[in-house]
């Protein structure tokens, strides 16, 4: 079947490359010079006006938007697009002084004051409506200006704050999730413990170091209300641009795992998905696991709306000033970096930032034009060969690809496990443990969706569950039909524990009714310290063939088998013998039951294993070496397969009889392909 996306606006079917820049902080004498930059290094889209709203308004009331329209001319007249930004992520100071109400207020109850940025109120209606008539402005401006490609609204939006207003728009969250019925909220959050009933709506704060801080429910529901209050702004800002400029998608730039914001459910109101990526390449003791992180969250953002393709909205040139070692990426590595964001679905590669700021916290942060301000550094040679690659992808855009297995990363479930008492608190590391489940498919070139717990699980074959300690309404019924209908489903340790309130299941673990299709019981659970181990020993003739031993660590679920057949036990300790790995069949599926942290030796050889008998879709019949990985992107017909080689070192790869041409260099390959250390290809068939 053949399937492609649209591109992300049909006005501009090729690959955005491009940055954050910033004109507002620039002589016009230096605009020219950008556009002449800009075309040689094969740039054609700058987001703009990110910061600039006291540029925009200097005096309340009082616009400007003379400089603006001479910048959107200049890109258009340059053959370039803007990505044109609504600034409410940073506002003028004559605003917080006339209305103080704007000022975030943090947990302690202290206002802040005017400076850095987000740090505005989520609920002031003051605020809500400054923004809105900034947007306005903005959208009746440039509607039909040949520029405006996409609104970038606001930046990287993040916080909370902890006003009257926020308290009093809490409240009223709650009185609709509990229909006004205190005693549901009590129960919900069990209230009693410690006598923390509550007797009056009036009575309920959010969360304060200095008040309540252990009521795990009140702790979830205020992080849901601050989350929904931010995609409440966020619909506030973007009414006037849906009612003027209906056809300008609209997105707003994500922070990759950053825990505060429910993605996949913001990603519900963007018309495209974008997220900012900053890894610090070349500081670990492996390039490559640091790429299979990033190739990770990529496809996160990918499969958020489904495998609609994304935008690689901000990354770095070079190197990214405030990460503790902001070290150069090395030669290579730039376009090597900027290709895997498109292997996984990216339709653009974008930077922060276009010119090096002269002055304040980002002049020391990579820029494709530096300090130096011209075209001849390693930098700018780097980036121009970006464009020049991304000007051979055009039948790249808008593909994608269907994989078979789907592992879950849940920010909800992330928040209480983070939240609880429970598992020690310095190895929990969720995120850590579901990207550790990824590693065997990234090695092996199988290509993943990552889903939150509200998603449709139907299509695929395999769904990977690790430390799915909350079961939210729906998903344990979800499992169950996934494997009744002949899916196969890995869960772990630590899993259907507590519903969407954090209240545990009673009648043995994992609940929701997991515990039969798992075949399991779950007694009990032991965490061991971060030097201690034990080993998972597969037992002779087990059905996946795995031989073992393995190294188990961190957190063992002392399980019972309860129709499940057991493959492996634990070597040690006085659960020595007991069941470690399961297998139940239920339905036309099987459930995996994982009952400790294991090595990656056992990640390898359990999920290899399964990946040979499900037959599991990947991008390239070929072994691949130890840091090269191969992601597929397809529209039902043609093929594009990255092959991508995160070792400092060269490596090839044996393609077999199959032929194929490297778009990077036009070449027909065939056999073998040779890869330079950080080298790529990009193979279409
Ligand atoms: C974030 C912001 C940008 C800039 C970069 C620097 O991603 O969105 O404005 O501060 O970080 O890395
Ligand atoms: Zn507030």
Redesign the pocket.
Known sequence: MKTRYSPINPRFPHFLHGG?YNPDQWPEEVWAEDMRLMKLANCNAMSVG??AWTKLEPEEGKYDFGWLDRVMDLLAANGAYAVLATPS?ARPAWMSKKYPEVLRVRPERLRNLHGV?HNHCLTSPVYREKVSQINTRLAERYKDHPALLVWHIS??YNGECHCDLCQAAFREWLKKKYENDLDRLNHAWWAAFWSHTYTDWEQIESPSPVGEFLLHGLNLDWKRFCNDQTFSFFLNEIAPLKRLTPDVPVTT?F?GLFPGLNYPKFAEYVDVVSW?S?PVWHTTSSDWRLGAQVGFIHDQNRSMKGGKPFML??S?PSN???QPIPKLKRPGMHLLSSLQAVAHGADTVQY??WRKSRGSS?KF?GAVVDHVGHEHTRVFRDVAEVGAALQKLDGVIGTSVRPDVAIYLDWENRWAIDDMKGLGNDRRNYPETVIAHYLPFWKRGIPVDVIAEEAEIGGYKLVVAPMLYMLKPGVAERLRAFVAQGGTLVMTYWSGIVDENDLCFLGGWPGGGLREVLGIWDEETDTITAAERNSVAALPGNELGLSGPYEARDYFALIHAEGARVLATFGSDFYAGRPALTVNDFGRGKAFYVASRNDEKFMDDFFGALAGRLGLLRALNADLPDGVTAQLRTDGEKQYVFVMNFNPAPAAVDLGGASWRNLLNGAEVQGRLELQGYGAAVLER
């Open positions: 954050d990110i910061f992520g940025r930046n990287e730039n922070m900012d900053y909205m901000e770095t990214t000033n405030w922060f930032q980002e942060h």
